[in-house]
């Protein structure tokens, strides 16, 4: 139990160091969310909106990031 309350704890950090930086980046001006690519569609009675240009950079990124760090760690 005492491993499973660790991993929690360590997940919960990171999301909320998650949280920070996107509060970061919004007030600086990245305009994740609005990059070519989001698809948003307004119509009479339904608003759909999906990050599709944003997942695909994050997805980029991270992936560096994990291979470097994978890298380095070795």
Known sequence: MNELGKTLLGLGLLIAIAGVLLIVAGRI???LGRLPGDIAYK???VSVFFPLGTCILISVVLSVLFWLFSRFHR
Do not use: N
Request: net charge positive.
């Open 29 to 31: 001006g990245l305009p």
């Open 43 to 45: 119509g009479k009675h």
